[in-house]
């Protein structure tokens, strides 16, 4: 099977940052004995870099290439048989549109779990305790502790959006870890949830009523899009902080801007933001931003952004690259394969 890898990232030999490649040497290390042939290619996917693909059984791609009904029909004319995502999310491809051309989707359900929640914990962190501006100010000679304070995460109430892999293992953390009170609201309650110290609430109203951080662990989806807009940020408590490590458009940017901008939110943790796809894993040092929302939220002092990094542990790229090779060896055997995305799961 030959297998074109879009948004790959290069490999880095220096010794002292070797520890920080990307996908083509996790996917070197792992793709030993397989017959797959995999090409690695920097650019995204999208309809203008779709005949790239052309002689290839499959597309690997990650969260921010896309695949619309337009670049699947492309794909499908080219002869691709198969998507695979390295990634859990799989809101970027249009599955009815992929069943329509006969494409299958696979994807990489759980790679690290508890990258992403360690990662939510320490964004947490980051905003109530101001690390990130504490680091800036100490480099420049500057140990005044104004602007610094904190509070203490024993005893307050964090509610937990989507209690699935990483909501339940942040809840854990927060509960079993820092002593807070950590509440959850979700479709469906997890069996391990009480066992972590978390509390199911009974509507989201009143998880947000209650909650001094919230930090959002639910896919995107039609029905999630924009779940925190200017009436449910308006139910945060005021002063409240929200942390986003999942999707960007689980939360209306335009609206979070106006909650940042009378005051009503605290501060803001976000690893995700609905237009990222794009900024995100390039570099846009000497580039001008012409989304203004995004250039917004960046100038909010009380706002911390990273780039979708949430996920980049050693751990979890050998994961990811395991479950991939994996997943494309089961079809090209002509195998069942586990992590097949359906259209309506
Ligand atoms: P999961 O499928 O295990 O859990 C998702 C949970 O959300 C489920 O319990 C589900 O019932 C719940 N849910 C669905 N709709 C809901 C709603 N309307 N209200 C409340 N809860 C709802 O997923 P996971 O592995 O825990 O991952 C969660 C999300 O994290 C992924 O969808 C992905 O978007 C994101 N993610 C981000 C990164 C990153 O690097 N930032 C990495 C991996 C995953």
Known sequence: MKIVVYSSKKVNRHPTTAHLQYDISSFAECNTTSDLKLQFLEIHLDKTTLALAAGYDAVCIFVNDVCDAEVLEGLAKLGVKY???????????????????????????????????????????????????????????????????????????????????????????????????????????????AEYGITYVDSLEEMLGKSDIVSLHCPLMESTKYMMNEKTLGQMKKGAYLINTSRGALIDSHALIGALKTGHLGAVGLDVYEGESAYFFADGSSKIIYDDNFARLLSFYNVFVSGHQAFLTVEALKNIADTTIDNLETLARGGVCQNVVKHNI
């Open 83 to 193: 998507i695979a995502l390295r990634c859990a999310g799989f809101n970027n491809v249009d599955l009815e549109s992929a069943s329509r051309f006969g494409l299958q989707v696979v994807r990489v359900p759980a790679y690290s779990p508890d990258a992403v929640a360690e990662f939510a914990v320490g964004m947490i962190m980051t905003i109530v305790r101001k690390y990130h501006k504490s680091y800036t100010r100490v480099r420049e000679g500057n140990f005044l502790l104004d602007g610094l304070l904190g509070f203490n995460l024993k005893g307050k109430t964090i509610g937990i959006i989507g209690t699935g892999k990483i909501g339940l293992l942040t809840g854990k953390i927060l509960s079993r870890g820092f002593e807070s009170n950590v509440i959850a609201y979700d479709l469906y309650h997890n069996d391990q949830a």
